[in-house]
C-alpha cells in the first residue's frame, strides 16, 4: 500500500536554529499538507499546498514557516529560528484531490527544541 | 467556520462489550466526517469516512460510524471491543466548498480492558 514518508523521525534542535522536515508524499497525490501535533494533543492544521502554491494556511503558520517542493517528490516543511514551543510532532499528509478529502498521513518527525 | 467536539476525553469499556466513541461537528456546507486512530508513538491511521450516501460507514478492524444529520453527530461504534482498540481516536470535519483544511477533534482516549 503506498506511504507518505518522512524523515527525520525524531529531530534534536538547539532554539533560534534552522530545522527542515522533510516528506515525501504518496506519487499521484496532488495536495499535500502539514500538521502538528504537540504532546499527544489536538491534531493542528499548519498549511496546504497546491500546484506549487500554499492554497490554505492557520494562524500558527507565521512567517517563520515555509514549505517548498523543490523537486517532483520531496515536500518540505522550514522553520527558520526554532522557539521552545514548536516542540510537537509534525506530520504531512497528502491527497489525489480536494474533493478526495481522506488523507494519508505520514508517521511523523518529532521535533524537539531545547 | 468549522469545529469538531470530542465531548469524551476517556472512555473505558470492558473487552467484549460494544463502545462507542462520540463526535459532533459543525461545518458551513455539507460535511466530509473522518475518523482517524493514533497508537502510541504512531501517526494517524485512517479508519473510514463519510461523504455522502448510507448513514451508517463500515471501517477498518470492525469499526462503523453513524452520520446523523440532525443532530450534526458522527458517533465511531464497535459492536465487540479488543484490547488491542485501546488507542487515541480523533474525529475530522472538512466541508464541501473547495476548502483545504480538515479540522480534528480534540481526541478520546479509548482504554479496553481484560
Known amino acids: 500500500e503506498p506511504e507518505v514518508t518522512q524523515t527525520p523521525s525524531h529531530q534534536v534542535t538547539q532554539m533560534g536554529q534552522e530545522v527542515i522536515l522533510r516528506c515525501v508524499p504518496i506519487s499521484n497525490h496532488l495536495y499535500f499538507y502539514w500538521y502538528r501535533q504537540i504532546l499527544g494533543q489536538k491534531v493542528e492544521f499548519l498549511v496546504s499546498f497546491y500546484n506549487n502554491e500554499i492554497s490554505e494556511k492557520s494562524e500558527i503558520f507565521d512567517d517563520q514557516f515555509s514549505v517548498e517542493r523543490p523537486d517532483g517528490s520531496n515536500f518540505t516543511l522550514k522553520i527558520r529560528s526554532t522557539k521552545l514551543e514548536d516542540s510537537a510532532m509534525y506530520f504531512c499528509a497528502s491527497s489525489a484531490g480536494t474533493y478526495s478529502p481522506d488523507y494519508t498521513f505520514g508517521s511523523g518527525t518529532r521535533l524537539t527544541v531545547v | 467556520a468549522q469545529s469538531v467536539a470530542q465531548p469524551e476525553d476517556q472512555v473505558n469499556v470492558a473487552e467484549g462489550n460494544p463502545l462507542t466513541v462520540k463526535c459532533t461537528y459543525s461545518?458551513?456546507?455539507?460535511?466530509?466526517l473522518f475518523w482517524y486512530v493514533q497508537y502510541p508513538n504512531r501517526g494517524l491511521q485512517f479508519l473510514l469516512k463519510y461523504i455522502t450516501g448510507d448513514n451508517l460507514v463500515k471501517g477498518s478492524y470492525g469499526f462503523e460510524a453513524e452520520f446523523n444529520k440532525s443532530q450534526t453527530s458522527f458517533h465511531l461504534k464497535k459492536p465487540s471491543a479488543l484490547v488491542s482498540d485501546s488507542a487515541l481516536y480523533f474525529c475530522?470535519?472538512?466541508?464541501?466548498?473547495?476548502?483545504?483544511?480538515?479540522?480534528f477533534g480534540a481526541g478520546t482516549r479509548l482504554f479496553v480492558k481484560a
Open positions: 475530522a470535519v472538512r466541508d464541501d466548498t473547495g476548502g483545504f483544511k480538515t479540522i
Open positions: 461545518v458551513s456546507g455539507n460535511p466530509y
